[in-house]
C-alpha cells in the first residue's frame, strides 16, 4: 500500500537533522532581524548613533551585518543539501540547465538590483533618511517589484534543482514564505518614510 503522505516526506527529508531546522532559523532570522534594526534605526537613530552620528556609515555597517549574515545562511543552506538525501528524477544535463537558468537569472535580478539602487538603496539607507530622489523604474524594477528578493530565491531554486534536494526544496519554499512576508513589512514601511517626507517637504515650502 502507498505510504502516508507524512511517512513519505519522512524518507525524503530528515527533518531530525540539527542542521536543516539550524538552517530554518537562520532563513527566517536574517530578514526578520535586520528589519528589527532598520525600524529601530527610523525610530531612535540608534546605529547612527552608535556609528558616531554618521548615518552613512551606519548604513555601510548594517550592510556588512546583512551580508555577512546572508552568507552564514546561504552557508547552512549548501551544507542542508549536501548531507541531506537526494533523488534521481532528472539527468545531470537537465539538472545543469535549469541551475543555469534559475541561477543565472536570479543572479541578474540580484546583480542589476544593486547597481541600480547602489549600497544605501539596497540595504534600508531609507530607515537611516538616506532617500533617493525619485523611484527606480529601470530593469529589473520594469519587471518585477522586489528583484533582489526573488533573484535570491531563483538562486536557491536552481541549486535545489541541481542537486535534485527534498530538503533544498523545503527550504527553498521558507525562503520564498519569508521573503514574502518581508516584502509586505518593508514596502508598506518605506511608502510611510517617503510620504512621511514629502509631507515635512510640503509643510516647509508654504
Not at 153 to 175: E, K, W
Request: aromatic content about 16%.
Amino acid at each position: 500500500c502507498a505510504l502516508p503522505i507524512s511517512a513519505l516526506m519522512e524518507t525524503l527529508i530528515d527533518f531530525s537533522d540539527p542542521l536543516l531546522w539550524r538552517a530554518v532559523a537562520c532563513i527566517i532570522a536574517a530578514p526578520l532581524i535586520w528589519n528589527i534594526l532598520a525600524r529601530l534605526e527610523y525610530k531612535t537613530h540608534l546605529l547612527t548613533f552608535l556609528a558616531c552620528g554618521n548615518k552613512y556609515l551606519g548604513c555601510y555597517c548594517l550592510a556588512i551585518w546583512i551580508f555577512c549574515f546572508s552568507s552564514y545562511r546561504d552557508f547552512m543552506f549548501h551544507s542542508v543539501v549536501e548531507s541531506q538525501p537526494t533523488l534521481d528524477l532528472i539527468s545531470a544535463p537537465v539538472a545543469s540547465f535549469c541551475f543555469a537558468v534559475f541561477g543565472g537569472f536570479g543572479s541578474i535580478l540580484v546583480m542589476s538590483s544593486f547597481y541600480q539602487l547602489g549600497i544605501t538603496g539596497t540595504f534600508l539607507g531609507d530607515y537611516f533618511g538616506i532617500l533617493m530622489s525619485a523611484k527606480v523604474e529601470a530593469f529589473p524594477f520594469s519587471v518585477v517589484s522586489d528583484p533582489m528578493y526573488l533573484g535570491a530565491t531563483l538562486i536557491f531554486t536552481g541549486t535545489t534543482i541541481y542537486r535534485q534536494s527534498p530538503a533544498g526544496a523545503f527550504l527553498t519554499l521558507c525562503v520564498f514564505v519569508v521573503y514574502k512576508f518581508a516584502e509586505q513589512l518593508e514596502d508598506a514601511f518605506t511608502a510611510n518614510i517617503y510620504a512621511e517626507a514629502a509631507r515635512k517637504k510640503a509643510l516647509k515650502t508654504k
